[in-house]
Every structure is written in structure tokens, then in C-alpha cells.
């Protein structure tokens, strides 16, 4: 015992004079540097640094362990080293802790899980797909199939195919957005451009419906729009009549908008269809005494048709000695517009979730 002193002294000495890094030092160098860059990640890492540096078995314990080693005179910095490397282990472990704790506790507070959940609101159907869905249900009943065809597309299937002549005047009623670089290339006003596209690619009989939007060149306002939606119709096969095409829009009618419907055709004009006629069905808002919406004449124009023309069976390589149809187009939004008594279309392009969710629909 007597002895120990001195030789501990004289290793000192010994490693002071080769100019060695005295152990304890390094210690403690080693152990502030490992203390200061160690990655907290919760209560569990805070617990594993207290056992690793301050426990009973802590590295920092165990130096003090070590402590009484050292030479005396080097006792008061190394003593000063010590402690301050135990109160530094100490407050890093206490952050630690503290902040673990508190995200523990916010945690606990962000995630409930008895909480019931946030209901998710359920959409509903735009009243332009619900008058679409209804339309092209009915037809289905009575054979129609349902096709589709692009919205942009060239002069032949929107003009010329259906019997509008280059130059002829009623292209002026149609007027659209064409392309200027090729004025080939323009949207569709109208949904009988599909009329061509399946008669140029199948052969009668031909019982279809087309459902589409289509564009005109329309100033905007409560009663018309640069877009909206059609459903065209198509029925070519031997021996179809006019009075085919009257007892199918009937039922349609009727169907669409009630058994005690009455409906009525006036004689029009389309290039692409002869006979010609416009269907009006009786105002389903005063039923026939007259009032706003049907401008006090108590009938409401739905659709246009006619037979088909036969310069048009025979642009689309149908026989027209053999075949004949009847074609028609439904405007949507206009018969939306009467079913829902809504007065100005551009509602329905505006997306104002208010007037959206008044429709409901069962498909
Ligand atoms: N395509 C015509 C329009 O857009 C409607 C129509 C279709 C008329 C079919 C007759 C036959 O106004």
C-alpha cells in the first residue's frame, strides 16, 4: 500500500515524459464526444444512454472508479473533467428524457383510436350524367346499343358525310372551334358525326344510341353554351318508317317523363335527315296551361329527327335502294333544364358543389 503511491506517480511521470496521452484523459475526451453525437429516438434510447454512461456500470461511474489512480496533482483537473462530463451525461440524459416524454404524451393525444372516424361525404351524380344514364337506360330496353365516337374530329363525319355541302349555309348554324393550322380538324357540333363513323363500319341492321358532348361557337348565356351534351339516335334496316321513328320517341317520351306525356312534331330542316322534324313534348311545370318555362306556349322542344337522308346512306357505303332508317338527337342540359326547373345552363358547367348535391339519382 505504502508503495503503490509512488509507483503510480512514477507511471505518470514516465508517461508525461514520452509525451504520451495520459488514459484518462482520452477517457473522457472519447466519452464526451460519443455522449454528445448520440441519436435519441425515444424513452427506450434514453434508458440504454443512462445504463451505458451513468448506471452503476456506466462508462462515466467506472471512471470515477478509476479516479482514485490518478496522480495527485492531476486530481483537481481531472476531478473538475470528471464532473463536469457527469453533469454534462446527466443533462443530455434529462433533455433526453423530457423531450421523449412529451412526444410520448402528444402521441398519445394525436392519435385516439376510439375516436369514431370522420364520415367521408359522399358525391353525387351530375344531373347531366343522371339525364344520360335515365336516356340511354330507356333505349337499351327497346335494343339500342350504345356507342361512342371522338370529339374532335375532321369535315367529313361533322359536315360533309352528312350531307352539308362546302359552302352551304346551314354550316352557319353549326358553327365551331376549328383548328387553324388544319381547318380539316374540328370539335364535333353534334353528336351525328358518330351516325357516320358506324355506318361506314358495319352494315344494317344498325340500332344504336351515341351519348357524347359536342361544341358550338355560341355567345354564352342562361339559355345556350359552347359546350353540351347530346344523345343521338340510329335505327337502319329494311322497310323503316316514319311512323317507326314517331312510336319509338313516344314510348321515350313517356317513359322518360311520364305516361301522360303528350308530344308533338313540327316540321324542320337538317341536311342529313328527309322528312325533318322537331319534337316538342308537353311542359312538364304547368302541364300544358303555359307558364315561364315553356314561355306560355305549354309544349317544350327535346329533340330533332328525321329519316335518314339517302345521300348519307350512300356517302357511308349503304345501300339506299335497300335500307332506310330514322335517326334523332336529344339535347341533355335543355332537358335537364325542364325536368330540374333550372333556368340558367351554366350552372351546370360551374361546379358549385351547392346546386350539384340537389340531384340525386338512382343510377
Ligand atoms: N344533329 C342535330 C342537331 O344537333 C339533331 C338531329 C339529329 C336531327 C339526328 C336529326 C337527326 O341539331
Given at each position: 500500500m505504502y508503495f503503490r503511491i509512488p509507483q503510480r506517480n512514477l507511471l505518470y511521470s514516465l508517461l508525461k515524459l514520452l509525451n504520451r496521452p495520459i488514459p484518462m484523459?482520452?477517457?473522457?475526451?472519447?466519452?464526451l464526444k460519443d455522449i454528445e453525437s448520440y441519436k435519441f429516438d425515444g424513452k427506450e434510447a434514453a434508458e440504454q444512454f443512462r445504463l451505458k454512461y451513468l448506471s452503476k456500470?456506466?462508462?462515466?461511474?467506472?471512471?470515477?472508479?478509476?479516479?482514485?489512480?490518478?496522480?495527485?496533482?492531476?486530481?483537481?483537473?481531472?476531478?473538475?473533467?470528471?464532473?463536469?462530463l457527469k453533469n454534462k451525461a446527466q443533462s443530455i440524459f434529462d433533455e433526453a428524457n423530457k423531450q421523449a416524454s412529451a412526444q410520448e404524451e402528444k402521441g398519445s393525444t394525436d392519435i385516439d383510436l376510439t375516436r369514431p372516424s370522420l364520415s367521408a361525404p359522399?358525391?353525387?351524380r351530375h344531373p347531366v350524367s343522371i339525364v344520360r344514364n335515365k336516356m340511354?337506360?330507356?333505349?337499351?330496353?327497346?335494343?339500342?346499343?350504345?356507342?361512342?365516337?371522338?370529339?374532335?374530329e375532321n369535315d367529313w363525319h361533322n359536315f360533309t358525310a352528312l350531307n352539308f355541302p362546302e359552302e352551304h349555309p346551314a354550316r352557319d348554324m353549326q358553327d365551331t372551334f376549328f383548328i387553324e393550322k388544319d381547318p380539316d380538324i374540328l370539335l364535333r357540333t353534334h353528336t351525328s358525326?358518330?351516325?357516320v363513323r358506324v355506318m361506314e363500319n358495319s352494315q344494317p341492321p344498325i340500332r344504336s344510341i351515341f351519348p357524347g358532348r359536342v361544341f358550338r361557337n355560341e355567345a354564352i348565356s342562361a339559355r345556350s353554351h359552347c359546350i353540351f351534351h347530346q344523345v343521338?339516335?340510329?335505327?337502319?334496316?329494311?322497310?323503316?318508317?316514319f311512323a317507326d321513328l314517331k312510336q319509338t320517341l313516344y314510348y321515350f317520351a313517356r317513359e322518360f317523363l311520364g305516361q301522360d306525356t303528350r308530344v308533338r312534331f313540327r316540321p324542320s330542316y337538317f341536311p342529313f335527315t328527309e322528312p325533318s322534324?322537331?319534337?316538342?313534348?308537353?311542359?312538364?311545370?304547368?302541364?300544358?296551361?303555359?307558364?315561364?318555362?315553356?314561355?306560355?306556349?305549354?309544349?317544350?322542344e327535346i329533340l330533332g329527327c328525321g329519316m335518314v337522308h339517302p345521300n348519307v346512306l350512300d356517302f357511308c357505303k349503304i345501300n339506299s335502294k335497300k335500307y332506310t332508317g330514322y335517326a334523332f338527337g336529344i339535347g341533355i342540359e335543355r332537358t335537364a333544364m325542364m325536368m330540374y326547373q333550372v333556368k340558367d345552363i351554366r350552372l351546370y358547367y360551374e361546379n358549385d358543389i351547392r346546386f350539384l348535391k340537389q340531384f340525386t339519382s338512382a343510377i
Amino acid at each position: 500500500m505504502y508503495f503503490r503511491i509512488p509507483q503510480r506517480n512514477l507511471l505518470y511521470s514516465l508517461l508525461k515524459l514520452l509525451n504520451r496521452p495520459i488514459p484518462m484523459k482520452d477517457k473522457i475526451d472519447k466519452i464526451l464526444k460519443d455522449i454528445e453525437s448520440y441519436k435519441f429516438d425515444g424513452k427506450e434510447a434514453a434508458e440504454q444512454f443512462r445504463l451505458k454512461y451513468l448506471s452503476k456500470k456506466g462508462q462515466i461511474t467506472d471512471l470515477f472508479s478509476q479516479f482514485r489512480h490518478v496522480a495527485p496533482e492531476e486530481r483537481k483537473t481531472f476531478g473538475k473533467l470528471l464532473n463536469d462530463l457527469k453533469n454534462k451525461a446527466q443533462s443530455i440524459f434529462d433533455e433526453a428524457n423530457k423531450q421523449a416524454s412529451a412526444q410520448e404524451e402528444k402521441g398519445s393525444t394525436d392519435i385516439d383510436l376510439t375516436r369514431p372516424s370522420l364520415s367521408a361525404p359522399l358525391g353525387s351524380r351530375h344531373p347531366v350524367s343522371i339525364v344520360r344514364n335515365k336516356m340511354t337506360d330507356i333505349f337499351s330496353r327497346i335494343g339500342f346499343t350504345v356507342e361512342e365516337g371522338p370529339e374532335i374530329e375532321n369535315d367529313w363525319h361533322n359536315f360533309t358525310a352528312l350531307n352539308f355541302p362546302e359552302e352551304h349555309p346551314a354550316r352557319d348554324m353549326q358553327d365551331t372551334f376549328f383548328i387553324e393550322k388544319d381547318p380539316d380538324i374540328l370539335l364535333r357540333t353534334h353528336t351525328s358525326s358518330v351516325q357516320v363513323r358506324v355506318m361506314e363500319n358495319s352494315q344494317p341492321p344498325i340500332r344504336s344510341i351515341f351519348p357524347g358532348r359536342v361544341f358550338r361557337n355560341e355567345a354564352i348565356s342562361a339559355r345556350s353554351h359552347c359546350i353540351f351534351h347530346q344523345v343521338e339516335g340510329l335505327y337502319i334496316d329494311k322497310d323503316v318508317s316514319f311512323a317507326d321513328l314517331k312510336q319509338t320517341l313516344y314510348y321515350f317520351a313517356r317513359e322518360f317523363l311520364g305516361q301522360d306525356t303528350r308530344v308533338r312534331f313540327r316540321p324542320s330542316y337538317f341536311p342529313f335527315t328527309e322528312p325533318s322534324a322537331e319534337m316538342d313534348v308537353s311542359c312538364q311545370i304547368c302541364h300544358g296551361k303555359g307558364c315561364n318555362v315553356c314561355k306560355y306556349t305549354g309544349w317544350l322542344e327535346i329533340l330533332g329527327c328525321g329519316m335518314v337522308h339517302p345521300n348519307v346512306l350512300d356517302f357511308c357505303k349503304i345501300n339506299s335502294k335497300k335500307y332506310t332508317g330514322y335517326a334523332f338527337g336529344i339535347g341533355i342540359e335543355r332537358t335537364a333544364m325542364m325536368m330540374y326547373q333550372v333556368k340558367d345552363i351554366r350552372l351546370y358547367y360551374e361546379n358549385d358543389i351547392r346546386f350539384l348535391k340537389q340531384f340525386t339519382s338512382a343510377i
